[in-house]
């Protein structure tokens, strides 16, 4: 199943403590997450990390580490401080949701000197 961007934008707020369940996003708070993502989105596939080709819609498993960057890094923007740590763990559980190229029983080529 899949979220959407506003989705995305709900469970952001969600974390900043600024929307509550059920509740509609203040406009002003809903802009100021949704400028964030696409920046976020580039640098995450940049740098290798997991590569998004929608900034629509989004994999369940995703919302939840994207929501906690993006929370982060809007965290000053809503009078809090960032959480390095969080922000470390939301990069971990999203590279290790990457695809591997590796294919179960292949071979894999090596060059030897």
């Known amino acids: 199943m899949t979220k959407t961007r ?6 952001t707020l969600e974390l ?4 509550a369940a059920g509740q509609a996003p203040e406009p002003e708070d809903a802009l100021t997450i949704d400028g ?6 580039a640098e995450l596939n940049r740098q290798g990390i997991i590569f998004f080709t929608d900034t629509q819609n989004f994999e369940d498993e995703n919302v939840d ?3 906690t960057l993006l929370a982060d890094m809007a965290a000053p923007s809503f ?6 740590e ?4 939301a990069i971990s559980r999203l ?4 695809p591997s190229t590796y294919v179960s029983g292949s071979t894999q080529q090596v060059d030897y000197f």
């Open 16 to 19: 900043l403590n600024v929307l």
């Open 86 to 89: 969080s922000r470390a763990d």
């Open 36 to 41: 964030l993502i696409d920046g976020k989105i």
């Open 65 to 67: 580490p994207l929501a």
């Open 95 to 98: 590279y290790a949701m990457k």
């Open 6 to 11: 506003q989705d995305l934008i709900a469970a």
């Open 79 to 84: 009078g809090q401080p960032r959480n390095p």
